[in-house]
């Protein structure tokens, strides 16, 4: 991601998803996939020496390997800016399978808390929440 495609993937997520107030601090943390036009995006966002994952958008199915590729890029990035850990907040059950194959697992969500309010007390109250450990 660099300044050159950030308006194109800026675009991207202003078209595909429901976020209308688009962080570009978190896009320029993310990697995308290009076919003819912007078709995925993953991202985070960091919180000391931790990283949320804000955007993990796809227009159309990718494959296993562009996961990895793309997610392997993010944590290459998230590791040169000294993150020890990814964290993702998920609802959908696809979105789970798909954190765990590449390598998250489950953590409590007693101790998650967004702007200062616990997890439980949101609306992400029955949302999973994912770990993945940068080493």
Known sequence: MDDNNKSNVIEFLKEISLVSDINEEVVMNGEFVYDNQVVGMLSFEEFNNNGLVRYFIFR???????????????????????IKSLIAIVVKREAKLIFKRIGFYEIS????????????????KDAVVLKYDIT
């Open 109 to 124: 969500n007693n101790d998650v808390y967004i702007e200062e309010i616990n997890l439980n007390d949101t609306k992400f």
């Open 60 to 82: 159309q199915s990718i494959t296993d390997d562009l996961v990895y590729q793309l997610f392997n890029r993010i944590v290459d990035k998230a590791k040169g800016k000294g």
